[in-house]
């Protein structure tokens, strides 16, 4: 108990059995409701082999944890009178939107077309609002895309909402949108005025307090300075004419960009679910693939939980046993838990997991490159098993592309294929990841590639565009 106090939402040491049901009701719903999180019930070995009765007890609430729901009236009132007179608007989404539940992507979707500004999504936030959408400029961040960032800097009134303006997001805090009001909504208060401070804090859930500024902008008949944004997305055009996410694909090696392009068209004809590992390939997965509503897209932010996309993907298999699951990963990453390689098969569990394989720690051999003078430790694995080998050792289906005319070939047979699948897709091993904002800039100071004075190099020193 005391070692996950500081790690943990909340948790409890169980000393009679009696109190178990109890308890276990109540960690339910300590763990779902306001910002969701960890709760640790911790059941010593004389309650564990005691018999005890149970019966259902329903909705259990704690006793003195009682989230904010409905944000205050007068703040929800400030912020749309705010938005109203904004010139150049943008609307920040987190991951509380997806947290809140898909009314709150309705709502989200319901006052970005009343107000048309634009959109930008967090890493965790995608899917929240629809990626095919004219106002979405994709997702913002240390990988976000120029147009987002810009936007971000250059904006005038910012509504984050269900967003903890985490170090990913911000950059350099100084410089973080510096001229903005910013609006900000969120569950737990905590969060409010933590890193960035706001101009109106408005507690509450996200969907609600979205659903109540949707209500107050109708009610108080209020309308956007069409003008001035007019204007804005002129700008925000203008920075989407610079195609941040450009790359060049040859005739033979396969960039990861293009391959995961190949797997979007695929994607998005079907009632699919993605997950992914970390790394590069997980940022190259955000930029690249598209999705239209939330609880679509299951990655690891935060912690950077190599491992993690395999076992999440066999989760969401079952939960959705006839959708299509890919597990979008990188070598390394999948090594962590490709034990699990048994439980996919004792279940035929057919989730196909989408290796990028460049033989690298893809993310720590860029950071090396880019800032440790390419002196590179302990990045590149020379020791690799054979992924279609290993596949079928455990009686499932392994495939291999080498070259970018076998890529859409490979998806097309993976996603056919009635099982599991381990596709071994080897692509291009010195790409990087673009745009990127260094470790200690402004989130306005983005390297686009090679051009901008980060110049990724072989080891032979030819740039790599």
């Given amino acids: 108990v005391g070692i996950t106090r500081p790690c943990t939402k909340h948790n409890y040491l169980v000393k009679d059995v009696k109190d178990l049901a109890r308890v276990l009701y109540e960690a339910f719903y300590v763990a779902r409701s306001g910002r969701p999180g960890p709760v640790v019930v911790d059941l010593p070995k004389d309650v564990m082999n005691t018999p005890t009765d149970y019966a259902a007890l329903g909705e259990v609430a704690h006793k003195t944890y009682r989230p904010q729901i409905k944000g205050d009236a007068a703040k929800i009132e400030e912020a749309a009178r705010l938005l109203a007179e904004a010139e150049r608007p943008i609307i920040y989404a987190g991951g509380g939107v997806i947290n809140s539940g898909p009314a709150a992507s309705e709502h989200l979707l319901a006052l970005a077309k009343l107000t048309g500004f634009p959109v930008t999504n967090t890493l965790m936030a995608l899917g929240c609002y629809p990626a095919s959408d004219k106002q979405f400029l994709g997702m913002l961040g240390m990988h976000g895309t ?5 936007a971000m800097h250059d904006c005038d009134v910012m509504l984050a909402v269900g967003a903890r303006f985490d170090d990913r997001v911000t950059g350099r805090l100084a410089d973080f949108s ?11 208060p905590s969060s409010i005025n933590k890193n960035v401070m706001v101009d109106v804090p408005i507690i509450g859930d996200a969907g609600q307090a979205l659903a109540d500024l949707v209500t107050a902008w109708k009610t108080l008949d209020l309308k956007p300075r069409s003008d001035r944004v ?23 090696a396969i960039m990861p960009q293009f391959a995961l392009e190949r797997l ?8 699919s679910y993605v997950t992914t590992e ?8 955000a930029q690249f693939l598209k999705f239209q509503e939330p609880k679509r897209w299951m990655t690891s932010g935060g912690l950077g939980t190599m491992g993690y996309g395999f076992p999440a993907a066999m989760g969401v298999q079952i939960a959705h046993p006839e959708a299509l699951v890919v597990c979008v990963a990188g070598e390394a990453s999948f090594m962590m838990n490709m034990q699990e390689l048994s439980t996919i098969k004792q279940y035929n569990l057919p989730v196909k997991v989408f290796i990028l394989n460049n033989e690298y720690l893809g993310m720590v051999r860029q950071w090396q490159e880019f800032f440790h ?17 290993l596949a079928e050792s455990f009686g499932i289906k392994g495939m291999r592309a080498k070259h970018a005319d076998e890529v859409g070939p490979l998806i097309d047979e993976m996603i056919a294929h009635d ?4 596709a071994d897709v080897c692509v291009e091993q010195l790409a990087n990841v673009f745009p990127m904002i260094p470790a200690g800039a402004g989130h306005h100071e983005m390297k686009l590639g090679a051009e901008d004075g980060v110049a990724p190099r072989t080891e032979e020193g030819m740039v790599l565009v």
């Fill in 373 to 389: 003078g390419g002196r590179y430790s302990e990045s590149y694995s020379s020791s690799l098993p054979d992924f279609i080998a």
């Fill in 178 to 188: 510096p001229d903005s009001k910013k609006i900000h909504i969120d569950v737990d």
């Fill in 419 to 422: 099982g599991p699948v381990i």
């Fill in 278 to 285: 970390v790394g590069q390939h997980q940022m190259w997965a």
């Fill in 146 to 150: 120029y147009e987002a960032n810009m």
């Fill in 230 to 252: 007019v204007e804005w997305w002129r700008q925000i055009d203008q920075w989407r004419g610079r195609d941040s996410l450009r790359y060049t694909q040859g005739d033979k």
């Fill in 264 to 271: 979007q068209e695929r994607l998005a004809t079907r009632d």
